[in-house]
T-cell receptor, first 115, second 110 residues
Framework: NAGVMQNPRHLVRRRGQEARLRCSPM?????VYWYRQLPEEGLKFMVY????????ESGMPKERFSAEFPKEGPSILRIQQVVRGDSAAYFC?????????????FGQGTRLTVV | RKEVEQDPGPFNVPEGATVAFNCTYS??????FFWYRQDCRKEPKLLMS???SGNEDGRFTAQLNRASQYISLLIRDSKLSDSATYLC???????????FGRGTSLIVHP
């Protein structure tokens, strides 16, 4: 059973370009969470999704950021018109659908560098 | 007040030492509690779940105090390989989202 898969592992974008980060959850997991981690900082929650639904996006910046988890395919975190401050590690986690009582498993992350 | 708070450390201890970390959480309705470990520039990995009755896994012991809203992690006989950042995680909020503390840095030296 493959773990949570994220790609790309590293992504370099110029200011103003778009960044697309992908996350395939573990088999059987229907809950996906995205987190952002700045250097020397903790993990900050961004968004929580289930298949075809955004459950909680309270941690998402109001502009330029969006996320989806379609019926088929990976979850996508999309950042439009990237700025230097978007440079960070973005981690995706997945969990079983058991009402918040189970642990989340993490992908290896995507390190975004905006130049 | 932050939802999950930890002393960032670093805790600098010799091999063989016993070290303890605490974590406090603000939402009394929090559902589940975990300790994760994160190595430099790697993803967080589950270390252990934390149960009300406490639980032990080898050299690691976790405790939960719901009345005081804190959890703890005890590491006995520290190894060099225990050097990492230890993250306290609480499933909290209406959607029980895993919410992370900032982490406590542990450095075990020879």
């Amino acid at each position: 059973n493959a773990g949570v898969m994220q790609n790309p592992r590293h992504l370099v974008r110029r200011r103003g370009q778009e960044a697309r980060l992908r996350c395939s959850p573990m088999k059987g997991h229907s809950h996906v969470y995205w987190y952002r981690q700045l250097p020397e900082e903790g993990l900050k929650f961004m968004v929580y999704l289930q298949k075809e639904n955004i459950i909680d996006e309270s941690g998402m910046p109001k502009e330029r950021f969006s996320a989806e988890f379609p019926k088929e395919g990976p979850s996508i975190l999309r950042i439009q018109q990237v700025v230097r401050g978007d440079s960070a590690a973005y981690f995706c986690a997945s969990s079983l659908p058991t009402g918040g009582t189970t642990e989340a498993f993490f992908g290896q992350g995507t390190r975004l560098t905006v130049v | 007040r932050k939802e999950v708070e930890q002393d960032p450390g670093p805790f600098n201890v010799p091999e063989g030492a016993t070290v303890a970390f605490n974590c406090t959480y603000s939402n009394s309705a929090s559902q589940s509690f975990f300790w994760y470990r994160q190595d430099c520039r790697k993803e967080p990995k589950l270390l252990m779940s934390v149960y009300s009755s406490g639980n032990e896994d080898g050299r690691f012991t976790a405790q939960l105090n719901r009345a005081s809203q804190y959890i703890s992690l005890l590491i006995r006989d520290s190894k060099l390989s225990d050097s990492a950042t230890y993250l306290c995680v609480v499933n909290t909020g209406g959607s029980y989202i895993p919410t992370f503390g900032r982490g406590t840095s542990l450095i075990v030296h020879p």
